[in-house]
Structure formats: structure tokens, C-alpha cells
Nanobody, 121 residues
Framework: QVQLVESGGGLVQPGGSLRLSCAASGSIFSINAMGWYRQNPGKQRELVAVISKGGSTDFADSVKGRFTISRDNAKNTVSLQMDSLKPEDTAVYYC???????????????WGQGTQVTVSS
């Protein structure tokens, strides 16, 4: 199967920065889009940022200009650089990847276990 392992969450003061990283491993033939989502208790999981295999990016309006997403296709990793953090960025952040496990398989979505980001003074 496929495993996504996130790292880099934690507690940061408003205005501070954090960098989240996610590494995909396992039965990987090809990875299409990779991205980050976030979720708070009682709320729906929402898209934060996504990056295509070719490097095209898209961001939620709430994080545009503050967050940057990047990936290393050779290492099957994706990172989220979060700057100028606000208390409303507090959430559990999940890594997501669309993965093909063989030549004949279709792309399936896989998720990491989540990492907590807390922005508070």
C-alpha cells in the first residue's frame, strides 16, 4: 500500500512561520496531484493548497500570499511553507496525494495521519 507521513506541525505565535513536510512511500508507480487540507472539530476538511506533478499550484483564498507549496517528484515529497500565520490557521493539517500503484491501476487518493498546527500567543 501507500503511506503518507507528515511532519513539522506545532505551536507558533501569530505572525510566525512553520513548514510542513509529507513523504509518500510504498507501492508507488506514479503520483499526480499532491496537496494539503486542514480540519477543525465539527467542520469539514478544506483544501489549503494543491500542486500538480508539473508544478502548477492553487491555494485557498484565505492563505494566498502567505503559504507556499512545493514538491520533489524524485523523492515523492510535498511541503507547505506557512508564513504570517494567524490564529484562524489553527487546525489539523492533512497531506493528500493521488497515487497510481501500478501501470494499469487508476489514481486513488491517500491521506496522511494529520499534524496539529496551533497559532496562539
Amino acid at each position: 500500500q501507500v503511506q503518507l507521513v507528515e511532519s513539522g506541525g506545532g505551536l507558533v505565535q501569530p505572525g510566525g512561520s512553520l513548514r510542513l513536510s509529507c513523504a509518500a512511500s510504498g507501492s508507488i508507480f506514479s503520483i499526480n496531484a499532491m496537496g494539503w487540507y486542514r480540519q477543525n472539530p465539527g467542520k469539514q476538511r478544506e483544501l489549503v493548497a494543491v500542486i500538480s506533478k508539473g508544478g502548477s499550484t492553487d491555494f485557498a483564498d484565505s492563505v494566498k500570499g502567505r503559504f507556499t507549496i512545493s514538491r520533489d517528484n524524485a523523492k515523492n515529497t510535498v511541503s507547505l511553507q506557512m508564513d504570517s500565520l494567524k490564529p484562524e490557521d489553527t487546525a489539523v493539517y492533512y497531506c493528500n496525494a493521488a497515487v497510481k500503484t501500478s501501470l494499469v491501476a487508476t489514481f486513488r487518493a491517500f491521506w496522511g495521519q494529520g499534524t496539529q498546527v496551533t497559532v496562539s500567543s
